[in-house]
């Protein structure tokens, strides 16, 4: 199920906050957005909602134990444990044919592929659990004891299947004294509805162009139409993930938990460093925490914290997905982040801010074509010819195809959005009550917009649910 189906804005949505509303008790209220979490989990995926339950399961009792171990040995014995536990379970369902692509074209072999689904949403759930495990062992956050309350943190709907990543230390004390007020539900809708119309309006039909380009034989593509492919991705993924979370913050207000921002209008950073404390903040606050500093961060020699940053960029990859395009982009943003750190980012710094601003637009952009072209040896074309002017009949790829020449007004939206100009303008009209009013107004033509387009679009998946 996705937020942006009528099946979850008209049946799912309504019904789970009528449930959840009419019971009082905080316990039962938890109950109810455990099992419509399942739900909303099982929709799509039946089988795989019973790993999610031996997730929980297992972690639950492995974090008591944890607790329970008072010398510090047995417990990081358990710990270990837990991670392996978590490791192998993403490990097998998301690499397994991966390794054996890859152990195949090494030794020569014809090892069947398992051709297993992906649970969707895996990568985040696992880090979510993978959090709060460390966390019990570091004392950070005391043990959950009621397991419904974990599975509830766990399963959570808003955020269950792309994001943000929720560290449990986030919404512990909410799980069990939270407040919900009739003004975090209509902020709570007005942010899920903003979210919608970053997906809907703006993420849809950049993914026309991009798909239509990038689907199709880009061998037969010019420079020009690559570039415009490669801006339209640019600004799908921005969109499309943006707006999830967007709705995951809230969905989660109308329940009354507060999560963290995802994401701080990353296309208007000055550097590779600011772009990357911008973009999914919840994912390298993560790997910040939970693998940079415990390998040792930047308190060990030089030649040991260029290797903590190659080894947490490269896992940033493969946690996208398995596949080399993937890994070489890790590694591509971790060798930049090292030249900036090195000296480059002194260097910038003298720099005029547009010009700051353009070598971090054209860094992201080739890191996205990276990113969204799978095999390397189109990579390497698609650059190419983006980097060396290719003429190509741009009026016949783009003019005469009404898909792409349909969509292209929305870049207007999308530049507007993705820089800080109705937050600005907000802030400087928040006293006053026409321009709430006003607000009001252009949110609900937002979500009637979004409903029409939505009668009249195909499926159109968020772009993370595959990590």
Same mark, same amino acid.
């Given at each position: ?31 109810? &957005? ?30 008591? !134990? ?12 358990? &710990? ?7 490791? &192998? ?132 593509? +010019? ?69 940079? #500093? ?72 080739? +890191?996205?074509? #990276? ?50 100009? !109705? ?45």
């Amino acid at each position: 199920m996705v937020f942006s189906s009528f099946v979850f804005l008209f049946i799912f949505l309504p019904l789970v906050i009528f449930t959840y509303f009419i019971i009082k008790n905080r316990t039962y209220r938890n109950i109810v &957005l455990f099992i419509f979490s399942l739900v909303f989990y099982a929709w799509g995926e039946p089988v795989y909602v019973l790993l999610m339950l031996f997730s929980i399961v297992c972690n639950y009792f492995l974090a008591l !134990i944890i607790d329970k171990k008072k010398d510090k040995k047995s417990s990081k014995k358990i &710990l270990i444990l837990a991670v392996v536990i978590n490791l &192998l379970i993403i490990g097998f369902f998301k690499y397994s044919d991966f390794l054996i692509e890859n152990i195949n074209a090494i030794l020569g072999l014809n090892m069947a592929k398992l051709n297993l689904g992906l649970p969707i949403g895996i990568s985040f759930y696992t880090f979510q659990i993978l959090s709060y495990v460390i966390d019990v062992y570091n004392k950070k956050v005391k043990v959950q004891k009621n397991i419904i309350n974990l599975g509830t943190y766990i399963a959570l709907f808003p955020q269950l299947i792309a994001g943000p990543i929720v560290r449990y230390e986030t919404i512990a004390e909410e799980l069990e004294n939270r407040k919900e007020t009739i003004t975090k539900i209509i902020d709570g809708l007005k942010r899920f509805i903003i979210g919608l119309g970053k997906k809907v309006i703006i993420a849809n039909n950049m993914a026309i162009i991009a798909d239509t380009i990038y689907g199709a034989d880009i061998a037969s593509y +010019g420079t020009v139409a690559l570039w415009i492919a490669a801006f339209a991705y640019t600004f799908q993924i921005y969109f499309d993930f943006s707006g999830y979370s967007d709705m995951a913050i809230g969905l989660g207000k109308v329940f009354g938990f507060n999560f963290l921002e995802n994401f701080n209008y990353p296309y208007i950073a000055d550097s590779i460093t600011d772009f990357w404390r911008r973009w999914h903040i919840s994912l390298s606050t993560w790997f910040r925490d939970y693998v940079y #500093i415990p390998l040792g961060g930047n308190r060990v020699s030089k030649i040991k914290w260029l290797r903590n940053i190659l080894v947490v960029w490269m896992l940033t990859g493969l946690w996208h997905g398995a596949s080399w395009n993937f890994v070489i982009w890790g590694l591509y943003y971790g060798i930049l982040l090292i030249i900036e750190k090195l000296f480059l980012g002194k260097v910038l710094e003298k720099l005029p801010k547009i010009i700051r601003h353009i070598y971090t637009l054209l860094i992201v952009i080739v +890191g996205w074509v #990276i990113f969204r072209v799978e095999s390397f040896s189109q990579i390497t074309m698609v650059l190419g010819k983006m980097f060396s002017f290719q003429g190509a009949d741009l009026f016949e790829q783009i003019i005469l195809n009404f898909d792409i020449f349909s969509a292209l007004p929305y870049f207007i939206p999308a530049i507007i959005a993705s820089m800080p100009i !109705i937050k600005n303008i907000s802030s400087a009209n928040k006293e006053k009550v026409s321009f709430h009013f006003m607000s009001n107004v252009c949110t609900f033509a937002v979500f009637i917009i979004c409903i029409c387009m939505l009668l009249s679009s195909t499926y159109n998946p968020f772009i993370y649910f595959r990590f």
